[in-house]
């Protein structure tokens, strides 16, 4: 009897039925079978289909090669190759392997199989886990999760959903936390994930399996272009007055990596100078700024909300220093109430007149500052990118690009940003 990921379950050494109830046991094995494989069978004996396909070949343990075709059952140890602008979808009880372009992957069984080498995504979020061997080591996923699996040069495990498992041939373990990644060049596992969030392609596979990430990410990466694009005009209005509590920006850095994790921070609520300063450090660490909001707990409609609330406040001449703008944007009050001085603020440093406002004010009249945000929002996709549905293909893009691994590029398709 096998569990969803293929591994089997073994009888603790010592048990003995007990004479009484031995009749029982032939009745109690067969229900707990049919629980475990949702259909009686063990998983390892599930068929598996294909689906999406383009330019997809099958190469049968004889040597025999067919052409893919939707609908098309794979034997045991098949393996499915697409070429250049190929892409396959291989289903199982619920569960959606999505292979990319120029890529190979052997079905072991139902529940195990072998990436070797290109894309894949596996959504186990509706259906069973799968036991995925990538170049030596064993990748775990278990059902109700979903992780991406790259093989080039280097291995690149991320956790898009849920949390997943590498095991090397040395014995090392390693648990990937939902929206972290890991790299790996041989079998030299790091000890955690910890400085390591997960970097999104925002292509078919993971726009499939995890939606409302993707979307977003390319929400977020619009306004980034957006703000980027609007020159150092935007920069002053959000930054005025921030200097002395930003994280300074290393030259030729996007000014959007200063504005956004303000905007971000804003959004999450809570501690959100704490929020912050993560919000910065997962940007160092390479992370997607859709995985940032995620990590924060909010969205991109609830980062231009607050976009808009600053651009009210700034308008206005209630927002200062960091933690001015932060407590405005996050709608404690009026901080008017709120002193921060120029040049040498620091962070919780208030007034004994109540009534002081922001000092120095963002510069600029309220039209001006209208306008900046205004052209920044408006680059925005109208409307936002909605959710899909894993039940019908809900994007016309054919693959999920072969990317170097662990590259920093993060491709937006067109499609997507019109849905």
Not at 124 to 153: D, K, Y
Not at 216 to 243: C, E, F, K, P, Q
Request: glycine share 12%; proline share 7%.
């Amino acid at each position: 009897m096998e569990t969803d990921a293929g591994f089997p379950h073994h009888r603790h050494m010592g048990q003995i039925a007990h004479p009484g109830r031995a009749a029982l046991l032939p009745a109690l094995a067969l229900v707990i079978a049919t629980v475990v494989t949702g259909c009686g069978t063990p998983l390892s004996a599930a068929t598996t289909t294909l689906a999406g396909v383009i330019d997809v070949t099958v190469v049968h343990p004889d040597g025999a090669v067919v052409a893919g075709v939707n609908g098309l059952r794979l034997h045991r140890g098949d393996v499915v190759r697409t070429g250049t602008s190929g892409r396959a979808e291989l289903r199982t009880r619920g569960r959606i392997v999505y292979e990319g372009s120029d890529a190979a992957i052997r079905m072991i069984d139902g529940a195990s199989a072998e990436l070797r080498h290109g894309a894949v995504v596996v959504d186990a979020q509706h259906g069973p886990g799968l036991a995925l061997s990538v170049a030596g080591l064993r990748v775990g996923t278990s059902s109700g999760t979903a992780l991406r699996a790259e093989r080039s040069v280097t291995v690149r495990i991320a956790a898009l959903a849920g949390d997943a498992s590498v095991d090397s041939s040395t014995g090392r373990h390693l648990d990937v936390a939902s929206l972290s990644q890991v790299i790996v060049g041989g079998d030299a596992l790091p000890d955690s994930t910890a400085d390591s969030p997960l970097r999104l392609t925002d292509d078919d596979g993971e726009a499939h399996t995890v939606p409302a990430l993707v979307r977003d990410d390319l929400a977020l990466d619009t306004l980034a272009s957006g703000i980027d694009n609007t020159g150092s005009s935007t920069v002053r209005v959000v930054t005025a007055a921030w200097h002395s509590g930003l994280d300074p920006l290393p030259a030729g850095v996007a000014d959007s990596e200063q504005v956004l994790p303000v905007v971000i921070a804003a959004a999450s609520g809570g501690d959100t100078s704490a929020h912050y300063s993560t919000a910065v450090q997962l940007r160092r660490y390479g992370a997607s700024w859709g995985v940032v909001a995620h990590r924060l707990h909010t969205t991109s409609a609830a980062v231009l909300a607050a976009l808009q609330a600053f651009e009210t406040g700034a308008a206005t001449g209630q927002v200062g220093t960091v933690p001015a703008a932060l407590a405005f944007l996050s709608g404690d009050g009026s901080t008017g109430a709120t002193r921060h001085g120029g040049g040498g603020s620091k962070p919780g440093a208030t007034s004994s007149s109540p009534g002081a406002h922001p000092s120095p004010s963002p510069s600029g009249s309220p039209d001006a500052v209208g306008g900046t945000i205004d052209r920044v929002l408006k680059m925005l996709p109208t409307p936002l990118p909605t959710s899909t549905s894993t039940s019908t293909p809900p994007l016309p893009v054919p693959s999920l690009p072969s990317l170097p691994v662990g590259s920093l590029v993060t491709p937006a398709p067109a499609p997507l940003l019109t849905h």
